[in-house]
């Protein structure tokens, strides 16, 4: 399936906006915990850290307290390393809730793909269509011992650290970053010439 390729990372308040987002674009999606960002110094210095490599685009609900989020990012970024992207105003109540927001608006998890689409062109985001014809998969991660092994959570751990990776990353963000810093071949080689501290099984 075709997905618009984003360099940048994109940073968004819950899982659900995640799991919208990476049906709609290629790019490597951080989540804040909603405010949890306001008390996790290791997400934000990493948050900091992708913005100084690759820039960031933050996409968060449109409601006060996304704004919150939102301005306590900003400041802690340069303004030239971040862009916003902004969700209309609709009312409504996603499917998954029993009830609305608090302000009664749709958050990012409840925009239609065209939505957003013209909301990243409207923020000036530029894109470019990819198909990764071979991805890392879970079952690369398999085979090189970075999970289903009792080794695997240590060896995913010697891996982030070796990238500069925080730890906290799970083993699905850990594989949506991986294929945004390199290829399937690439991983390989790279645990290769790592076996003296990853060790694969």
């Known amino acids: 399936m075709e997905k618009i390729k984003l360099t940048e990372a994109v940073i968004v308040e819950g899982r659900y906006d995640k799991l919208k987002l990476a049906n709609i674009i290629d790019a490597f999606i951080i989540e804040t915990n909603g405010f949890g960002i306001f008390k996790d110094k290791a997400k934000l210095n990493f948050i900091k850290k992708l913005a100084a490599e690759r820039g960031i685009i933050v996409l968060t609900d449109s409601d006060h307290a996304g704004f919150m989020i939102r301005g306590h990012i900003a ?72 999970t289903g092994t009792p ?39 790279y645990i290769d010439d790592a076996q003296s501290s990853i060790i694969k099984g």
Request: hydrophobic share 35%.
């Open 75 to 146: 400041s802690a970024v340069p303004k030239d390393r971040i862009k916003n992207v902004y969700i209309p105003d609709i009312y409504g109540k996603e499917k998954r809730k029993a009830e609305p927001s608090k302000e009664g608006k749709l958050g990012v998890e409840g925009m239609t793909k065209e939505v957003i689409l013209d909301a990243f062109n409207k923020a000036g985001v530029t894109c470019s269509v990819s198909e990764n014809a071979d991805p890392i998969t879970t079952a690369d991660l398999f085979d090189l011992g970075l």
């Open 151 to 189: 080794n695997a959570k240590e060896n995913r751990r010697k891996l982030m650290q070796k990238l500069d990776l925080p730890e906290f990353l799970s083993t699905s963000s850990l594989l949506s970053c991986l294929n945004n810093m390199m290829t399937k071949e690439e991983l390989y080689n």
